[in-house]
């Protein structure tokens, strides 16, 4: 089997290529191919791709949901493996994988540690060990079976928020979502931003809003009102 990768971007020179070197140079032959789906980037975000080998495409359908739906109809594995283009795996994220599908667990991902040694950062990173939803993300990046994202049509591009989230849960009714204990590191530019607090109260008003069933829609405004990107 094969890992098809795909990276949602917009405006992210600064991270994409190491991302993309990083995700070749561990990834090796079990890579079918590494597709950067854009949002309509106005940096260097698709030269700094092309130039570390990712197929560049200029997404029809804006938004992380759109632009990686659109990536999927780009590629040829078995399995997706969807990463942020700030967040590293772990460098035996191909194997983990392919061995965890191996074994049937079909929608998974790791756990989180942040490329800050900050105290509360930390704590954050500890308790991303524990299998619950709430403690999920999409930075912590996330594999699927093809079979299973097409069996739940992808992403709901509804979401403009939250749509990692989103298919997780949907992903949860057909499998349990296998938890492989390593980390990706991720940036902790959100935090460094934004407080430590400000962070973690519109991450839970965005969850709690989202099983109240509000509108995406309502928690994009919300979240882009409470932080600073």
């Known amino acids: 089997m094969k890992i098809s990768i795909i990276i949602p971007t917009w405006n992210e020179e600064k991270h994409i290529g190491k991302t993309v070197a990083y995700l070749h140079e561990h990834g090796g032959n079990s890579i079918a191919e590494i597709c950067v789906s854009d949002g309509g980037s106005n940096d260097q975000t698709q030269q700094e791709a092309e130039k570390a080998g990712a197929r560049f495409y200029h997404s029809p359908k804006k938004g992380r949901a759109g632009q990686m739906n659109f990536a999927v109809t ?7 493996y969807f990463v942020h283009a700030d967040s590293l795996p772990p460098t035996s994220f191909a194997t983990d994988i392919l061995n965890a599908v191996a074994n049937q667990h079909i929608v998974g991902g790791f756990r989180q540690r942040f490329d800050s040694g900050k105290l509360m950062l930390r704590i ?17 990046s996330l594999f699927i079976t093809r079979s299973l994202f097409e069996n739940i049509q992808g992403y709901d591009e ?22 492989i204990p390593k980390a990706t590191l991720t940036s902790a ?4 931003k934004n407080s430590w607090l400000r962070v ?10 989202f099983k109240q069933g509000a509108s995406p829609n309502m928690i994009r405004d ?8």
């Open 222 to 229: 919300y979240y882009k009102k409470k932080l600073h990107f």
């Open 158 to 179: 509804a979401y403009v928020i939250m749509e990692e989230y989103d298919l997780m849960r949907r992903a949860s009714k057909h499998a349990p979502f296998h938890l």
């Open 124 to 140: 954050n990173s500890w308790f991303t060990r524990f299998n619950r939803p709430f403690l999920r993300g999409g930075d912590q």
């Open 74 to 80: 780009q590629t040829q594995g078995e399995i997706l």
């Open 189 to 192: 530019r959100k935090y460094e």
């Open 200 to 209: 973690q109260l519109a991450n839970w008003k965005a969850v709690r809003l």
